[in-house]
Every structure is written in structure tokens, then in C-alpha cells.
């Protein structure tokens, strides 16, 4: 059976010379897994349109549950981002979480709108790693059915306390006089900024969740939280965001990382 979609290519392996399984995030039928066979065969601007990190118009043929790539066109190319090894470790963290959480088998325009978003505003630098983490982090874990209650303090209902504590165990709030002053175990103190920021992440409609500002640190700070929420929640570790930090923290250029693989 023959089938168009239109999506985000968000993995691949490659299975032979010529062969590649690629992972697509569409919105007809959310993650969707196809073979792309003989790229060769196919020309250039087929193996291009199939590449990680591009959007295109496919068309699937598929048998038994799986498909295979019929043909396939480019409608948008994050080039500038593939340049940066920042952002597309990001980006492959991202795509990683998003093969995890989003749906397969049903549509998930609002899953590819949110990750098509967030590539865009890193590749033209409108917003930074440390903003488009932390959001795509949370969003998503919201749309997937993880989303914290950032209400108010879960014993007295209060949405304006002096002080909060969060639990990223339960998704809860704990206001300061409830807690009696102390941080109960498992919970950790999160401040009046980034609680906001969670607020409006979780809680805005599609095209606000990016309309917020707030200082470097008060992003860094931010991302902690939604990290350690996300990884308690899902009860996983991923390799990319390992990646990613270690990338981040030895702060190297894409030169220094050819020259310190080399043995020594
Ligand atoms: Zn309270």
C-alpha cells in the first residue's frame, strides 16, 4: 500500500553500503521506521531528502507494518544547524526523546510542530541551546502525558508562595510554609523565575511556549530542573545527552575534538 507523509527524519542506521533504516517523525502517522534502499540507484537529491535532520514530503510504501521509502522531496534543509556540533548534539537528544515519546501510528502534527520549531530557532540563532532544551524538554513530556501539576502547593492549593519546593519523583509543588522551611527529601527548591517558566511552558498555547525571556543563568538553572524531571520521570539515561554535556562541558570546537581522538 502506498501512502505520502510529511516529516522530520530523526534517525537512521545505516544497514549496508547502500541500505539505511531512517526514523521519521510525521504528522500523518507520528514515528513512522523506513528502509531506504539504493540510495545510488536513486540519485542525489533522493539521499539528500532522506538525510538526518530534513524535512520532506515522502512517499512510503508499506507492507506488514513496515515501509520502505518510495520517493521522497526536500521542503526544508537545516543546513546552518548541521555546521554546528553544539547544536546538532542537541538536536540528536532531541530526536532521541522524540522517537521515545511521540506516537506512532497516529498523527502527531503538534509532536513535529514543536521539533521543526525548536531546530528553526537554533539554526537562526533566535533562541540558545540552554532556552530550546529545557522547553522541548517539558513540552513534550506534557503532551505525552507527563505533565507536572504546577498549580499550586499540592497540601494548601497556594500559586503564589514566598517559597516552593518540587518533587520530580510526583510533579508536585510543596509551598514553603507547608515544608515548614526545610526541603523534604526528594523534593528540590525551585525558584520564583524558573516556575514561571515551567508555568508557561506547560500551560501556554503552541505558538507562545518560546515567548518568555530569562537571564543565562536563570536557563541554566531552568534546564537542571526539567533534566532532572525528565530523567526521573522516564526512568532512563540517553546517550546523546551524555553527549551533549560532555560536548558542553570541555566547551570544544569541532577541530579540538578531530585532534583529541587521535591516540596519543
Ligand atoms: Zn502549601
Not at 4 to 16: D, F, H, M, P, Q
Not at 134 to 139: A, G, I, M, W, Y
Request: aromatic residues 10%; glycine residues 6%; proline residues 3%.
Amino acid at each position: 500500500m502506498q501512502t505520502t507523509a510529511t516529516g522530520l527524519v530523526i534517525g537512521e542506521k545505516i544497514l549496508s553500503n547502500d541500505n539505511r533504516l531512517i526514523t521519521i517523525l510525521t504528522a500523518e502517522l507520528g514515528v513512522v521506521h523506513a528502509f531506504v534502499k539504493s540510495i545510488k540507484k536513486l540519485g542525489g537529491s533522493m539521499a539528500a531528502s532522506t538525510d538526518l535532520f530534513t524535512y520532506s514530503s515522502f512517499v512510503l510504501f508499506s507492507n506488514k507494518e513496515k515501509y520502505s521509502v518510495n520517493s521522497a522531496e526536500t521542503l526544508h534543509l537545516f543546513y546552518h544547524l548541521r555546521e554546528d556540533l553544539e547544536k546538532t548534539a542537541l538536536a540528536s537528544y532531541l530526536a532521541q526523546l522524540a522517537e521515545q515519546l511521540c506516537p506512532e501510528g497516529e498523527g502527531a502534527q503538534e509532536y513535529l510542530q514543536l521539533f521543526l520549531n525548536c531546530l528553526h530557532l537554533l539554526e537562526t540563532d533566535k533562541r540558545t541551546p540552554d532556552f530550546v532544551k529545557p522547553v522541548f524538554e517539558l513540552r513534550l513530556l506534557t503532551m505525552a502525558g507527563f505533565m507536572p501539576d504546577l498549580v499550586g502547593c499540592q497540601e494548601c492549593g497556594e500559586y503564589q508562595a514566598e517559597s516552593f519546593c518540587f518533587s520530580p519523583s510526583t510533579g508536585t509543588l510543596l509551598c514553603g510554609k507547608c515544608s515548614h522551611g526545610v526541603v523534604p527529601q526528594g523534593y528540590i527548591q525551585i525558584g520564583t523565575a524558573q516556575l514561571a517558566a515551567m508555568r508557561h511552558i506547560i500551560y501556554s498555547e503552541n505558538k507562545r511556549i518560546f515567548q518568555f525571556k530569562m537571564s543565562a543563568e536563570g536557563l541554566a538553572c531552568l534546564g537542571r530542573i526539567t533534566e532532572l524531571y525528565l530523567l526521573t520521570q522516564l526512568e532512563k539515561s540517553f546517550p546523546s545527552l551524555d553527549f551533549y554535556h560532555r560536548l558542553r562541558d570541555f566547551g570544544l570546537s569541532v577541530q579540538n575534538m578531530q585532534t583529541d581522538v587521535t591516540p596519543t
